[in-house]
């Protein structure tokens, strides 16, 4: 087991990881802590525990809008694949197959 110096809000943190996972956890740490500086710029330094529970939480919320984002991306390519089987019988579902592509590539673009 590998041990790892971290850290986050102006605090060092020794953190143990598997072998190998050190430089994911180094990375992972900065995420945190950009993070958490960008509350406390926000909200002030409300307490270590009270900023790393709002910082998790934010952390939670993005990971659920990525997940849904998947979801739809992953329904999205369904379509298009239904789209495409119905495109081989009959050229006007070319046009929507077009434009569901151009709605996905524009999302992409959003995010």
Request: proline letters at 0%.
């Amino acid at each position: 087991m590998a041990l790892v110096n971290v850290t986050v809000n102006n605090r060092l943190y020794e953190v143990g990881c598997d072998d190998g996972e050190e430089d994911q956890v180094r990375r992972l740490s900065g995420v945190l802590d950009r993070r958490v500086r960008e509350l406390a710029a926000l909200v002030g330094q409300v307490g270590e525990a009270r900023l790393m529970l709002m910082t998790a939480l934010t952390l939670a919320d993005d990971l659920e809008q990525a997940q849904r984002d998947v979801a739809e991306m992953r329904q999205a390519v369904s379509a298009m694949q239904t789209e495409q089987k119905t495109a081989m019988e009959g050229g006007d579902a070319l046009v929507g197959l077009a434009k569901r592509l151009e709605d996905i590539a524009a999302r992409l673009e959003s995010t």
